[in-house]
């Protein structure tokens, strides 16, 4: 992602729904101490978390602000030379409004790049814990896996390169990627999943402590199945899209 970003010393990026900021020490890292990062998330408890992370890696180039991806970003910020966004577009109700506001926040010439789930068919780790999640919730209707807000939101063939288009970008281009996650075993990636603002916390929150406990360690009986003699290997597939504001 940061590739396609074409980070330079010196750039100014801002990390859309930065989380808990791993992105965003590669990113200030990659634009060095010239460089200047904004990183935002609707979260200020993640964000704390994410500022506090950086600070302790000693990083000065990254400034913090709770906002909202489809808000228009504050007018008094100078043009970015690249929006970055990993994992959260497709998080959010209302994408287009997202794109639209990163592409204004770009100057000309300037790159939009995304990274979101791709086919659901080939994240079942994803659906294993959502499958587990809304049954220990009693969520029993069907729904799509396309749910606008949900995690496979952008994953429906062709959704996220006309969404660029739409929103003005040019050189759109969305390309599958094989992301499998290597852990030591299934435990790890579910605490990863706990760490991370997952949407499946939201679909347990309304559960008690019990009842969601108990929710989190039958997703890590199903997510066993995929250990093997050398660890956990988790099959995760994501979709990197990219978009140009025309110079
Ligand atoms: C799966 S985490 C990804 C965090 C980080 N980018 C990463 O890759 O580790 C999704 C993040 O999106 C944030 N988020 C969800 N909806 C958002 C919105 N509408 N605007 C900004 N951030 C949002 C959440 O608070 C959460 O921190």
């Not at 606008?148 to 063939?157: D, H, Q, R």
């Given at each position: 992602m940061l590739a396609e970003a074409r980070l330079r010393p010196g750039a100014r990026v801002l990390d859309l729904a930065?989380?808990?900021g791993d992105q965003t020490h590669d990113i200030a890292l990659a634009v060095g101490p010239t460089g200047d990062v904004l990183a935002t998330d609707i979260s200020p408890k993640i964000l704390d978390f994410a500022r506090a992370r950086i600070e302790a890696a000693g990083l000065n180039n990254v400034r913090f602000a709770v906002a909202d991806a489809e808000q228009p970003v504050d007018a008094d910020e100078p043009p970015f030379d690249a929006v970055t966004c990993r994992l959260?577009?497709?998080?959010?109700?209302?994408p287009a409004a997202a794109m639209a506001a990163a592409f204004k926040a770009l100057r000309p010439g300037g790159r939009f790049v995304a990274l979101v789930f791709g086919d659901p068919a080939n994240n079942p780790c994803i659906t294993t814990m959502m499958q587990v999640a809304r049954k220990h919730r009693g969520l029993t209707e069907k729904v799509s896996p396309?749910?606008?807000?949900?995690?496979?939101?952008?994953?429906?063939?062709g959704r996220f390169a006309s969404l660029l288009t739409a929103a003005g970008f040019v050189d759109v281009a969305v390309e599958p990627i094989a992301a499998p996650f290597d852990l030591p075993d299934a435990a790890a990636y579910v605490d990863f999943v706990r760490s991370s603002g997952s949407p499946i916390m939201e679909v347990l929150a309304p559960l008690d402590a019990e009842g969601r406990e108990a929710a989190w360690r039958e997703m890590e009986e199903g997510l066993?199945?995929?250990?093997?003699e050398e660890g956990w290997r988790g099959t995760n597939e994501l979709l990197l899209g990219v978009g140009v504001r025309e110079g």
């Open positions: 930065a989380g808990a959260g577009l497709m998080l959010c109700p209302h396309y749910v606008g807000g949900g995690l496979f939101s952008l994953a429906a063939p066993r199945q995929s250990e093997g």
